[in-house]
């Protein structure tokens, strides 16, 4: 989804393992942000995360600068910051498409937008979904899972520990691209091809059309 306008973010961490890791999370979702150099090189209207308190003291006079401060490092943080440059506390939808089998593929959608998405062991399915809807804030929560090997299991083992969510089977038929590498985009329709083009992965369209597919709620 594009925005059309959004305001600047800027970044400021002191930890370095967690900068490490904010930059593989913006550069994936193809995020701009810039790294902090002083309060006077900030530009105007930016969302400025940082963990560090005293680069909050430096920039509290900049008015214009909504300051985001995480001293814990967390994933909360970050995305409380990423949805303040689009002008929004929360997503209104957050839909997370689960394409089960021997190796689980999930992918996160909000309004639109690919957040996430990797493969997960059955083991770590459950912990993984939970740290997703407890991390990135919405309105509405979403699970769709494919009715494929292993599909009811994972319901099950969702179904167990989270609650609140509504938790939907999706028909598999067709979800998954004939070809082990996507290599036929006629195969999908245009909104797949604009979302997930860089991805030449079957598993990742199959959880992409998962997630967009209305299912069943499980009760």
């Given at each position: ?62 008015n214009d600068v909504l300051i985001v401060y995480d001293p814990e490092d967390t994933r909360i943080g970050l995305e409380i910051s990423i ?36 493969y997960v062991s059955l083991e770590k399915i459950c912990e993984k979904i939970n740290y997703l809807l407890h991390n990135i804030p919405s ?20 179904k167990k520990t989270i609650n609140n969510v509504k938790i939907e089977v999706v028909d598999e038929h067709e979800t998954t691209p004939r ?41």
């Amino acid at each position: 989804m594009k925005y059309m306008y959004k305001r600047p973010l800027v970044i400021g961490i002191y930890e370095p393992r967690w900068f490490m890791r904010i930059k593989d999370i913006l550069n994936a979702r193809k995020i701009d942000y810039s790294v902090y150099e002083d309060k006077d090189t900030i530009p105007y209207y930016s969302v400025f995360y940082t963990d560090y308190y005293d680069f909050v003291k430096e920039t509290i006079s900049r008015n214009d600068v909504l300051i985001v401060y995480d001293p814990e490092d967390t994933r909360i943080g970050l995305e409380i910051s990423i949805l303040a440059t689009r002008f929004k506390e929360k997503y209104n939808t957050l839909t997370i498409g689960i394409d089960p089998g021997s190796k689980p593929y999930y992918l996160v959608i909000g309004d639109g937008e690919v957040i996430e998405h990797g493969y997960v062991s059955l083991e770590k399915i459950c912990e993984k979904i939970n740290y997703l809807l407890h991390n990135i804030p919405s309105r509405e929560k979403i699970i769709r899972v494919g009715s494929g090997l292993n599909g009811f299991d994972i319901i099950y083992i969702l179904k167990k520990t989270i609650n609140n969510v509504k938790i939907e089977v999706v028909d598999e038929h067709e979800t998954t691209p004939r070809s082990r590498v996507v290599n036929d985009i006629n195969y999908l329709d245009k909104r797949l091809v604009k979302i997930l083009k860089p991805y030449r992965n079957k598993d990742a369209y199959a959880a992409l059309r998962i997630a967009l597919r209305k299912g069943i709620e499980v009760e």
